[in-house]
Every structure is written in structure tokens, then in C-alpha cells.
């Protein structure tokens, strides 16, 4: 069974603060890894996508890869208000399906 | 350049009643992903189509849904007789092609479904 987890939280951090995000997932040929924000109500909206092992930075988000842990996480530096969302981790497996983790609800505290 | 585009946004219906959910794929995008979220949990994968063809529907339940990409116009998804438990947002997704690194789906504004 493929699997990707996530702590669901919540996960409250101060505002300015560096917000940490983790996932783990269990099939090792997997090659392709998103991060999607979905605000309440809303849709998922895509942050990262990250497909080496090592980190990806964009703006304030860093993605993090160590596929050998089978492991991705999302940094998100000097964090604000509008961070507040649930995170969700997705791998791609079999070049066709994305499998979602349930998502880390994340609130900044001003 | 639109994006991926669904309607309707909201869909109340009662009990037994059918419900067809509607998918534009973004521009130049020939794959379709249909989704699920019940409340308060995470994304179900449940379909994936290209035009014409059904590529894997093993998250899709055995009865009473199905799912089209015809040749000409939307991706359609098909809820017959439906309960309670089929009260959900469904997201509906497209790419320009599957797997290769890169090439990301994008998600559409959803529709959310209400069985009364």
C-alpha cells in the first residue's frame, strides 16, 4: 500500500517565526513531490515541487528531499498570517497519481 | 491563459437524485485527475482520463459513479442515486502529461456536492 503521512497538527508558530513542515512516504520508486497549500474552502494551490534529493528554495519556502529516509519536508522562513492553511504533501506514484498525505493545518500567531 | 475550470461550484441534491459534475481542462492540458475530499480529511485520488479513455479508475467506487472526457467538451463526472456519504468537494485537476518530472497538476476551484 502507498502511503504518504503527515502530522496532522495543528502547528501553531509565532509570527516571523520559521514554520516546519514534514511528510514521509513509503514507496521508494517514487520521483515527483509537491507541496500544495489549500486555504478553507478553497482549492489546493501548488507551493514547491521537488525532484532531487537536497533543497529547493523559492522566496521564503525551502523543500527538502532525502529520499534515501523517504522523507520531504517544507520550510517556510519569517512566517505570516496569510500562512495560515493546511499543508498538503503529495507524491507522485507510477507517473500517474498523485497521493495526498492529509495535510498539516498550520496557524500564525501574530 | 484560464485556468482549469469547474461547475457547478455549489450542487444540492436529494437523496437518489443524480449528479453531473462538470471539468474544463486548463489550455494545451489533455489529462484530467478527478478528486474527492470529504470533510475534514485529506484528497482521494479517484479517476484519471485523457480524452476518450478511462487510464485508471481504481479510486473510483465499483457503483453508481463514472467518468467521461469525451472527444469534444468537459470531463464529466457522473453520480447516480446519491447518499449522504457522497456529500464531498470534488476537485478536478489537469496536466499537460503524466509523470514526467515537471509537469505538475493543477487543481480547479472545485465543486462542492450537498445531499440533502
Known amino acids: 500500500q502507498k502511503e504518504v503521512e503527515q502530522n496532522s497538527g495543528p502547528l501553531s508558530v509565532p509570527e516571523g517565526a520559521i514554520a516546519s513542515l514534514n511528510c514521509t512516504y513509503s514507496?521508494?520508486?517514487?520521483?515527483?513531490f509537491f507541496w500544495y497549500r489549500q486555504y478553507s474552502g478553497k482549492s489546493p494551490e501548488l507551493i514547491m515541487s521537488?525532484?532531487?534529493?537536497g533543497d529547493k528554495e523559492d522566496g521564503r519556502f525551502t523543500a527538502q528531499l532525502n529520499k534515501a529516509s523517504q522523507y520531504v519536508s517544507l520550510l517556510i522562513r519569517d512566517s505570516q498570517p496569510s500562512d495560515s492553511a493546511t499543508y498538503l504533501c503529495?507524491?507522485?506514484?507510477?507517473?500517474?497519481?498523485?497521493?495526498f498525505g492529509t495535510g498539516t493545518r498550520l496557524t500564525i500567531i501574530p | 491563459n484560464a485556468g482549469v475550470m469547474q461547475n457547478p461550484r455549489h450542487l444540492v441534491r436529494r437523496r437518489g437524485q443524480e449528479a453531473r459534475l462538470r471539468c474544463s481542462p486548463m489550455?494545451?492540458?489533455?489529462?484530467v485527475y478527478w478528486y474527492r475530499q470529504l470533510p475534514e480529511e485529506g484528497l482521494k485520488f479517484m479517476v484519471y482520463?485523457?480524452?476518450?479513455?478511462?487510464?485508471?479508475e481504481s479510486g473510483m467506487p465499483k457503483e453508481r459513479f463514472s467518468a467521461e472526457f469525451p472527444k469534444e467538451g468537459p470531463s464529466i463526472l457522473r453520480i447516480q442515486q446519491v447518499v449522504r456519504g457522497d456529500s464531498a468537494a470534488y476537485f478536478c485537476?489537469?496536466?499537460?502529461?503524466?509523470?514526467?518530472?515537471?509537469?505538475?497538476?493543477?487543481f480547479g476551484p472545485g465543486t462542492r456536492l450537498l445531499v440533502l
Open positions: 485537476a489537469s496536466s499537460p502529461q503524466p509523470g514526467l518530472a515537471g509537469e505538475t497538476q493543477y
Open positions: 514507496d521508494r520508486v517514487s520521483q515527483s
Open positions: 521537488i525532484y532531487s534529493n
Open positions: 503529495a507524491v507522485l506514484f507510477g507517473n500517474e497519481k498523485l497521493t
Open positions: 489550455k494545451g492540458h489533455s489529462h
Open positions: 482520463l485523457q480524452k476518450e479513455n478511462i487510464i485508471d
